[in-house]
């Protein structure tokens, strides 16, 4: 008999936006009308949600072979004022589209390595953008750090400018893993930067765990949790490997194929894991995440207030989100634009006064209607609609669910449909049901990961 992970085992999106990026519709798309929808969304949700803003730092100093962000390799630091400079007139170039001062509810540093960046470099960076923005009284800031060069500078600095929380990419213990994704950094330094944001005064301390890597088995995430939980961080990401190594630029080449392990072993991983993390009191939170119950992601989740969108899981919800940076994904609800890739394309276009987007796509009402049940299914691992408002080509695409129903993954209750408790590894799955876009026009080739 087939197994359910040989059955669902397939590619497909992670689902940080709906329509995924490969199924946006650029012939629609224009600069001028993703500024219009921006100055739309920030007139309906300023004074009452606020906005979010993420900066991508795409510098590091080595390339991590795991990796599928887009990232520049360089130890030569003279990089960071330019490109910091140009983040900051990115900004301006948004602030012109506002009518009223931002209330800055969340904001977000990933990479790369934004601690490739000094403290006094990021310091002038946020100060120039706080001055801009009204903050929240609740704001949640946060950035990723390198154990190998986050310093306690780093850490203080970010905190005196009202950064609460922070994730470390930590991945794998083994060093057989690590010396195979380029990424060796011992326990030691994971461990002391942990303690110094906890004395520092850090409220939320997360790390980034991944399974499915290249030479991994359950005895090495196994070690790797069992390390962690030495630690007690108040979150946790436990991530499957996303294996794209024909995406350009991704450098997942520094292992063979036959290296990495089989489904059913991913498999494995994934649902130990999860038992053993629930075991040492964590509880899972959306897809992919763990908390403690102290932890802000837990109480949004009860509290039924859990988001997602390019920065992941966010414990609230901003519909306008500024994405600033080479790469960087802005999400307006009713648009989604991204920016140049090139670091220096990206800085010409802002050089010349132009927000330095390069693509994107408007949401059409179909779009926004199958997007919130897809956030619903990864937020709340739940969703209802009311027949009146559906459409037969969505009713048609349910009964594929009726497979999924039989196998224990969903259970279904008068046009509401949950996830079950058997059926959280498979929420990717469930999910793509809902993706019209992707059914109408199915791929030719492997653009996603594997789902499992």
């Not at 012939?27 to 309906?44: D, N």
């Not at 080595?62 to 330019?82: D, G």
């Not at 190594?245 to 130990?272: A, H």
């Not at 999910?431 to 199915?442: E, P």
Request: include cysteine.
């Amino acid at each position: 008999m087939i197994s359910l992970v040989d059955k669902y085992n397939i590619p497909g999106p992670r689902y940080t936006s709906y329509p995924t990026v490969p199924y946006w519709d650029e012939t629609s798309f224009s600069s001028e009308l993703w500024k219009q929808s921006v100055v739309r969304t920030f007139k309906e949700t300023n004074a009452k949600e606020g906005v979010s803003i993420y900066i991508h730092l795409p510098f590091c100093e080595a390339l991590c072979t795991f990796c599928a962000c887009h990232k520049r390799i360089t130890k030569q630091h003279s990089v960071e004022v330019p490109y910091l400079e140009s983040v900051i007139k990115e900004w301006k170039l948004y602030l012109e589209l506002f009518d009223e001062k931002p209330i800055l509810k969340e904001l977000h540093l990933g990479g790369g390595t934004p601690t490739f960046f000094s403290p006094q470099n990021l310091k002038t960076l946020l100060s120039s953008i706080f001055e801009t923005v009204k903050i929240a009284e609740h704001q949640e800031f946060s950035f990723e750090g390198h154990p190998n060069n986050t310093t306690k500078e780093h850490l203080q600095t970010f905190y005196d400018l009202g950064f609460r929380r922070v994730s470390f990419g930590v991945q794998d213990y083994d060093l057989k893993v690590q010396k195979a994704i380029n990424r060796v950094q011992p326990f030691e330094n994971v461990e002391k930067v942990t303690k110094m944001a906890r004395e520092i005064g850090y409220q939320s301390i997360s790390h980034d765990l991944v399974f499915g890597l290249p030479h991994s088995n359950w005895e090495t995430t196994e070690f790797t949790i069992r390390k962690t939980l030495e630690l007690k961080p108040d979150r946790l990401a436990f991530y499957s490997y996303a294996h794209v190594p024909w995406i350009k630029g991704v450098g997942q080449r520094g292992f063979d194929e036959k290296d990495l392990p089989s489904g059913e072993e991913k498999r494995k991983q994934y649902e130990n894991g999860k038992k053993l993390l629930e075991d040492l009191g964590y509880i899972e939170v959306g897809m992919d995440h763990f908390s403690l119950e102290s932890d802000d992601l837990y109480q949004s989740l009860i509290g039924k207030k859990l988001h997602r969108n390019f920065m992941g899981y966010t414990s609230s919800k901003t519909q306008l989100m500024v994405g600033l940076g080479a790469s960087s994904i802005s999400d307006s609800w009713y648009a989604f634009a991204q920016n140049e890739k090139s670091v220096e394309e990206y800085q010409t276009k802002v050089e010349n006064g132009e927000i330095p987007v390069v693509k994107g796509h408007i949401l059409n009402d179909e779009d926004l209607t199958i997007r919130r049940h897809i956030l619903n299914l990864m937020c709340q691992l739940e969703t209802t609609w009311d027949v009146q408002t559906s459409f037969p080509e969505l009713e048609n695409a349910l009964e594929m669910l009726k497979e999924m129903e039989a196998d224990g993954l969903v259970e279904f209750a008068d046009h509401q449909i949950k996830i079950t408790e058997k059926g959280r590894a498979f929420t990717r799955n469930v999910a793509m049901v809902f993706d019209l876009r992707m059914m109408r026009n199915k791929p030719e080739t492997r653009i996603f990961s594997m789902t499992i």
